[in-house]
């Protein structure tokens, strides 16, 4: 009796039937693939929705939570009134405010505990107005405060989370009891694709925020695909891709060999499977990885730069040096193409260095010793190049502090806080929105975390109405508003 054979998948069978056949079909399913990631304008997704402003986005995170109220919100009633109760002051009614109930997870003035700290906390730093503008900056941003007519000043955020969820949220817009989304860089990788294709368009520079914060979600991209997650880089030449180191030894046409390999054995998985999107961001992520093992390092190599350069950004001293480094690659990397640099500072394995419960005066004067002058770099040397009207500079931090004391420090103040944009189009020298005379609540043209996204994305020519992917229907907070009033 003859045994019957098994029955074949006709997919299987189909990419059995011959390797030369499948051999040609593999070779025009990667030119395909190349074709699409080299010229994102055939592709109708990859088209600009308007006529962007901006090209490229440079996006600066302080992690743990910056005092608005010691930074670029100064609020001297804190001064008058230090040591009162908040219910003893004339601003009494700023323990309880219709929007916080009405928008709100949470109800009262309080840190992750439900602690209220209603005992009034003066201001830790002087201020002075700065610039032609005169806008009110802390002592503590000295360079910055120096740059200020270039900045639009947004005094009037809020959040929802009262605790470090709040990082992720201000990567993603949503409350990390919502779940996982995908984050504001991956939406304009998705959207607007390369602008050089030996370059990961969308760069994490510094330490990521931690596990107990959002992790990696903060420069995921969840259901758009792996292939639009940030890539981790080091601003170190000898190393700045930890993942796809070159051995020395192995000559150039050999390790050519093992990524032709690698890469052929993928495919043949994606014939198998052709509807994985993680095979076909595998794929691509060989080629590119070996694209970038000349291109990235290239970039980190500052000894190209001028020594008068490298002292703008703070090169000659240790506690500038770091941050000053990875704002100068960010700037060499948006002038080679890249379309989204996020850049971390303050990442320490929990609720970042920034988280000030306790000490803030010296906590906060060392943290912004570090960053000031690197920032103030970066829009000079963007603008001496020619490059600060196309790329967008922004500033963030989940949440601000609150005006009460914690010992002597402030807690978590997701009610009111303060952020700031520059370069792509944005107006310079102004500050939109406000919070109260104690910096508590924003009160006037209040604006989410996502309307911060929606101003970078309508700037790069984006409307994330029409980003949407099919079955995954968005809120309209999670879209958020353009802020029109600080655009040029």
Known sequence: MVKQAPRLPRRTFLADLGMGFTGLALGAIWQAERARAATPAARDDRLPHRTPRAKSVIWLFMTGGVSHLE????????????GKEIGETPYRDCLD??????????????DANGH????????????????????????????VGGVVDKLAIVRSMWTTDNNHGAQLQFHTGRHNLDGVFPSIGS????????????????????????DCCGGSAGHGSNYLGPEHAGVRLRVDPKAPLPFAVSPQELPLAEQRAKEDLLRGLDQLAAVEYPDDPAIAARIRAYELAFRMQTAVPDLM????????????????????RPFGQMCLAARRMVEAGVRFVQIFHGSNGGAGAWDAHSDLKNNHEKLCRQVDQPIAALLIDLERRGLLDETLVVWGTEFGRTPGAQGNGRDHHPF?????????GIRGGIAHGATDPLGFHAVEHRHYVTDVHATVLHQLGLDSRQ?????????DIEHGQVIHEILA
């Open 416 to 424: 009111g806080f303060s952020v700031w944009l520059a370069g792509g």
């Open 467 to 475: 980003l949407e992917v099919p079955g995954r229907k968005r809120l």
């Open 116 to 143: 209220i700290r209603s005992k009034l906390f003066p201001l830790q730093v002087g201020y002075r107005r700065r610039g032609e503008s005169g806008l009110e900056v802390s002592d503590w941003w000295p360079h």
């Open 187 to 210: 939406w304009v990788h998705y959207g607007l694709g390369s602008l050089n294709e030996n370059l990961p368009q969308f760069v994490v520079l510094g330490e990521p925020i931690a």
């Open 71 to 82: 930074s670029f919100d100064p609020k001297p009633v804190l001064n008058e009134f230090a």
């Open 97 to 110: 405010s219709p929007f916080v109930r009405e928008n709100l997870r949470i109800v009262v003035p309080n």
């Open 301 to 320: 190599h500052f000894d190209k730069e001028t020594q008068e350069t490298q002292r703008l950004y703070g090169f000659d001293h240790p506690e500038t």
